[in-house]
């Protein structure tokens, strides 16, 4: 955990967060469904409406160390990396996983990604395509971002999609891929 910790000082905007143990308020999906449409917070509130998902899901921990501020918020932005990225919830964890790993080198995405791998390879083999792919493409778009635990993504809902990934320089978000968080609630109108 100390080489992420040391990764996220190296990112400049990062480690103000990190210094300042900025999480950012609570998520109010209800607030959020009334931005325009488009919007990170409109779509993220139909995205998590959509399939059930509580916002403010995971348990909280007293921050203490720069480790466990790391923890906290990627707990937190967890379903954002899903949205702004375009890997679906189901089906996609190993590109968020793999953004995690390549970007800060969180220590549970690291292990999660290579024993996904593991098992993919020993138990389902037939999986193993699909799972590198995932992997593969997330790493590849890791390269190419801005570091998202950098990002202050409470003070932004009520920006574009489009234009949270345009500044990201995420230029090829998952879309159409099996894995994408658009096949997954197809029946959402929205612009993905």
Request: include cysteine; glycine fraction near 8%; charge should be negative.
């Given at each position: 955990?100390?080489?992420?910790?040391?990764?996220?000082?190296?990112?400049?905007?990062?480690?103000i967060?990190?210094?300042?143990?900025?999480?950012?308020?609570?998520?109010?999906?209800?607030?959020?469904?009334?931005l325009?449409?488009?919007?990170?917070?409109?779509?993220?509130?139909?995205?998590?409406?959509?399939?059930?998902?509580?916002?403010?899901f995971?348990?909280?921990?007293?921050?203490?160390?720069?480790?466990?501020?790391?923890?906290?918020?990627?707990?937190?932005?967890?379903?954002?990396?899903?949205?702004?990225?375009?890997?679906?919830?189901t089906?996609?964890?190993?590109?968020?996983?793999?953004?995690?790993?390549?970007q800060?080198?969180?220590?549970?995405?690291?292990?999660?990604?290579?024993?996904?791998?593991?098992?993919?390879?020993?138990?389902?083999p037939e999986?193993?395509?699909?799972?590198?792919q995932?992997?593969?493409?997330?790493?590849?778009?890791?390269?190419?971002m801005?570091?998202?635990?950098?990002?202050?993504?409470?003070?932004?809902?009520?920006?574009?999609i489009?234009?949270?990934?345009?500044?990201?320089n995420?230029?090829?978000?998952?879309?159409?891929?099996?894995?994408?968080?658009k096949?997954?609630?197809p029946?959402?109108?929205?612009?993905?």
């Amino acid at each position: 955990m100390q080489a992420c910790v040391e990764r996220v000082k190296a990112i400049p905007e990062a480690q103000i967060l990190m210094e300042t143990r900025y999480l950012g308020l609570e998520i109010d999906l209800e607030a959020l469904s009334q931005l325009p449409q488009g919007s990170l917070g409109h779509t993220y509130a139909a995205v998590m409406k959509a399939l059930g998902f509580d916002p403010n899901f995971y348990r909280r921990r007293q921050i203490e160390t720069d480790g466990d501020w790391i923890t906290m918020r990627l707990r937190k932005t967890h379903d954002i990396t899903h949205l702004i990225t375009g890997f679906g919830p189901t089906g996609g964890e190993l590109g968020v996983l793999s953004i995690q790993s390549l970007q800060i080198g969180y220590p549970t995405s690291v292990l999660l990604q290579v024993a996904s791998l593991g098992l993919a390879l020993k138990r389902r083999p037939e999986k193993l395509q699909y799972v590198t792919q995932q992997t593969a493409r997330g790493m590849g778009m890791a390269l190419e971002m801005q570091p998202l635990i950098a990002q202050r993504w409470e003070e932004g809902w009520e920006k574009p999609i489009r234009q949270w990934r345009e500044e990201l320089n995420i230029t090829n978000p998952v879309i159409d891929e099996p894995y994408s968080l658009k096949n997954r609630l197809p029946e959402l109108d929205l612009d993905w």
